[in-house]
């Protein structure tokens, strides 16, 4: 019985086991460094994609800005003031084009008519926005364009001065044009027109 017990007599018979186990680690290592190795390929791919994406933005950004800077050099010294002023109107909230169109409408008789606004600057004059304008209206009375001028210099909105006057010629009548500095100082408190006609409508 005691030399039944002794294991050293029966030596360990089962010499798969750690084969099998060591197979089983080097498989899951192989498989773990192919997901790494695919995972670092793709991160590879996407970093090529996303620098190539960037030289294609620089080169089209460095493309855009040459056609910016040879318009720019085909403009002359008073169309590029112009485009500046045109920029700061549209970049600047505060003014609104419906306003401008709105304190014009009220001013210009009936036997006037708009034909040019032009934006030379816009500036800030305290807490509110200063357009200096060049407008262009054209007419066949002189005497109605000349008190448009002076209902304008009188608004407190408007301060116009006639710069020149041109004979037009057409086909059935002739007219006058007529261009203006203006500088047009948006009321701070403004009321279309549809505002004014629901006020009244409440006050009855």
Request: glycine share 4%; hydrophobic share 40%; charged share 25%.
């Amino acid at each position: 019985m005691i030399t039944k017990l002794n294991l050293a007599t029966k030596p360990f018979r089962n010499r798969r086991t750690p084969y099998i186990l060591a197979a089983l680690v080097a498989f899951l290592s192989v498989i773990s460094l192919l997901l790494l190795y695919s995972q670092f390929r793709e991160n590879e791919n996407r970093r090529e994609i996303a620098e190539r994406q960037i030289e294609e933005m620089k080169a089209e950004i460095a493309e855009q800005q040459a056609k910016g800077q040879a318009v720019q050099q085909q403009l002359s010294p008073m169309q590029r003031d112009l485009l500046v002023a045109s920029h700061k109107l549209v970049a600047n909230k505060t003014f609104g084009w419906s306003r401008l169109f709105y304190d014009l409408e009220r001013l210009i008789p009936g036997s006037v008519s708009a034909s040019r606004i032009a934006v030379e600057n816009v500036y800030r004059d305290r807490d509110r926005i200063r357009a200096e304008l060049e407008v262009t209206v054209i007419s066949r009375d002189y005497q109605a364009v000349m008190a448009m001028i002076a209902a304008m210099n009188e608004s407190g909105v408007f301060r116009s001065e006639l710069r020149s006057q041109n004979l037009q010629a057409g086909q059935r009548s002739t007219f006058s044009e007529y261009t203006m500095a203006v500088t047009y100082l948006p009321p701070i408190a403004f009321s279309t027109p549809a505002d004014v006609a629901q006020n009244e409508g409440g006050a009855e």
